[in-house]
């Protein structure tokens, strides 16, 4: 985003030549800075750690909620914010010359996000979050008539389900509901949704979470749309905890809508996600609560209007070139040696169980437990509370699963190997608290 800064300074030098010159000097030497730093690949993942602020003294291992903004990020994150407060509706009304502008810095930031994903930007709409992005996907789904059917499952996201819901009670959608299989395995995942397709054959929608926030389990996506469009039914994929921990692009999964949260393993800052719609599925997609300002082609007019955080929005190139900087790959290996860690340090332990397969395709970052004997929320809640207070290891319970709460261990990009241990350590001895 600093060339639309130095353009603005540009525009007003007229007004304080010497004072705009000095500060366009500044922040061309502090963009030159972070762009040495944020080369492609130029991050190993040993000096992680290095890149960011945390709280000591306690093992974070819950980095589902949000991912933390490395130092860069946090940094152009400030810079940013001091910059809008300053320029104000000067900027964000597209008055100046020269293109700075938040017209350009919206583009700028779609821009990021597709070469992310591998899409075009065309087909990228920068939303307040994941759950923004695939309400409006799911309550604005054109094709839904009185009777049509619409599928989820217990390990989607909450405010996936309450819209799948809502579908039923304001479309009048037949809503179905099935579990997924536990254990889980490919096969007997693929035959979960090739069930509930045969048994619904008036299935219009498929709701697939392609990393469950519950568990962690990671769905063969592909494979499930394939199956879905076969029998003429879409699918929405909430792909939240996929983007930038798992390697991969769109083309991949094969889906035509999908959303997810950039301030989640992307670490933009909050309130930040992103919306993809395939460009020959844009008109499937109704505009947002009738948003005629914007030319009904567009993905933009399918984003709810109002004013979102500018500096956040003009943060997200910053925390793409960061992924970059680390590789995609490298993140992802990364991420699953942490969680290799400890659920390999627990995997003799009688009475813990691990919730997804022992199978590289099916996890990555996220993974959670149970112990043998919690069957209630209450013991879940209480377990999360002990980790914490006894140990300094900080977790999160999760209802919602058929099987029962589980405890969700998600570590982080700045996450160390004895944070990992800390965990091991603990349930080595409290593995039996509940049996």
Not at 393 to 412: D, F, L, Y
């Amino acid at each position: 985003m600093r060339p639309d800064r130095r353009t603005f300074l540009k525009s007003a030098a007229a007004c304080a030549p010497v004072a705009m010159m000095n500060v366009a000097h500044a922040e061309d030497q502090a963009a030159a800075a972070i762009a040495v730093k944020l080369t492609p690949n130029s991050i190993p993942v040993a000096d992680l750690p290095k890149h960011y602020d945390v709280e000591t003294g306690i093992h974070n291992l819950e980095n589902g909620y949000w991912g933390v903004m490395p130092r860069p990020v946090a940094q152009v994150y400030a810079e940013q914010s001091a910059y809008v407060n300053r320029h104000n509706s000067i900027w964000a009304r597209n008055v100046l010359p020269g293109g700075a502008c938040l017209a350009a810095g919206g583009r700028e930031a779609r821009d990021a996000i597709a070469k992310m994903v591998g899409v075009s930007h065309e087909e990228i709409a920068i939303t307040r979050s994941g759950s923004d992005a695939l309400q409006s996907l799911i309550c604005n789904y054109k094709a839904i008539k009185p009777g049509d059917a619409v599928i989820y499952c217990d390990l989607d996201y909450d405010a996936m389900i309450a819209s799948m819901d809502w579908l039923g009670d304001h479309r009048g959608a037949q809503v179905v509901k099935f579990d997924m299989p536990e254990p889980a395995t490919t096969a007997n995942i693929l035959a979960a949704y090739e069930d509930v397709l045969k048994r619904t054959p008036n299935a219009k929608l498929l709701l697939v979470t392609q990393v469950s926030n519950r568990t962690g389990l990671v769905t063969p996506v592909k494979e499930i749309v394939a199956m879905a469009r076969a029998r003429g039914v879409d699918t929405i994929c909430d792909i939240a905890h996929g983007v930038a921990c798992l390697d991969f692009q769109i083309a991949d999964l094969g889906c035509d809508f999908a959303g997810w949260s950039v301030h989640k393993w992307t670490s933009a800052p909050l309130g930040t996600g992103a919306m993809y719609i395939r460009k020959s599925r844009i008109d499937d997609i109704d505009i947002s609560y009738d948003n005629h300002e914007i030319p009904p082609h567009d993905i933009t007019a399918r984003v709810p209007a109002g004013t979102v955080n500018f500096a956040a929005l003009l943060s997200i190139p910053t925390a793409a070139d960061f992924h970059f900087a680390v590789g995609g790959a490298a993140k992802e290996k990364h991420l699953r040696s942490l969680r290799d860690r400890w659920v390999h340090a627990v995997a003799d332990l009688p009475n813990v169980e691990i919730c997804v397969p022992d199978d590289p395709a099916r996890y990555c970052a996220i993974t959670s437990f149970r112990l043998k004997g919690m069957h209630m929320n209450e013991q879940a809640q209480h377990l999360q509370t002990m980790l914490f207070e006894k140990y300094r290891v900080h977790t999160v319970w999760r209802k919602g699963v058929a099987k029962g709460p589980v405890i969700r261990v998600t570590p982080g990009l700045y996450t160390t190997f004895a944070d990992s241990d800390a965990l091991a350590n603990a349930l080595h001895k409290e593995h039996a608290m509940f049996a």
